[in-house]
């Protein structure tokens, strides 16, 4: 069975101090973690290192950084290599977040240079796709999404695909409150399977972990984690908020 996941992306949250108190409140929680799941904390730069160490006697539980950039080293003020991050033995990266795609420019063509800068350096990309609202009411939504996922990773061989993490986040319920039914959750993330499984076959796409964000929370975890083709998800402003996140955690399948 392919792994279930419960990813927590931070963004731009949390000072040291709080980044502090609500890891130390997650490993209060004392979640046992069974092999086919897992939990990953994107928290933001500065706490990665931190992070690491409290959860290195956690298991089932991986960090992860929320971008990198596509060059290894050079002249890029402000930037974080995959290279850094495989240094400090950080586990997964996330690619392609709506937000870096809307508020930062970032094209599918940089975000397939990301991934293989990331698989160069050992570490675990999490692939973000996901529609706005306007192609949402167009009805185009499967098409935008497969246009994502075809330009960002079928330039990778099969072996690479193999264990791949998705999340398919709709934008039009990013920290809206809106949320995607957990039946339009299923149907699109199905469809994502099956773009995979004409392109790789059907033993990789259902390998690949395809994760549902978009206003996750404990109230709702469980019915969307119950859908078939939905393998836990990536999670805001509930992963935040210690109880909440422990709750969706123990709604993984």
Known sequence: MRKQI?????KMNCTLQQANDLLDGLIKENI???????????????YLMM??????????????AQNCYTKFSSAFTGEVSAAMLESIAVDYVIIGHSERREIFGEDNKMLAQKVD???????????????PLQIRENETQNEYVETQIKEGLFHLQSD??????????????????????????QEMQQHIRNVFKEKYGEAIAQSISILYG????????????????????????????????????????
């Open 32 to 46: 046992s973690i069974s092999p086919d799941r897992e939990v990953i904390v994107a928290v933001p730069f500065p």
């Open 160 to 185: 690479k695909m193999e264990n791949f993490v998705v999340a398919y986040e709709p934008i039009w319920a990013i920290g809206t409150g809106k949320t995607a039914t957990a039946e339009q959750a």
């Open 214 to 253: 978009g206003s996750v929370k404990a109230s709702n975890a469980k019915e969307i984690f119950s859908k078939p083709d939905v393998d836990g998800g990536l999670v805001g402003g509930a992963s935040l908020i210690v109880a909440e996140f422990a709750s969706i955690i123990k709604s993984l399948k």
């Open 6 to 10: 419960a990813a927590a992306n931070w």
């Open 117 to 131: 800068a990331c698989l160069s350096n050992n570490l675990k990309p999490i692939f973000c796709c996901g529609e």
């Open 51 to 64: 992070a690491k160490e409290k959860l290195k006697n956690s298991i089932g539980f991986k960090v992860a």
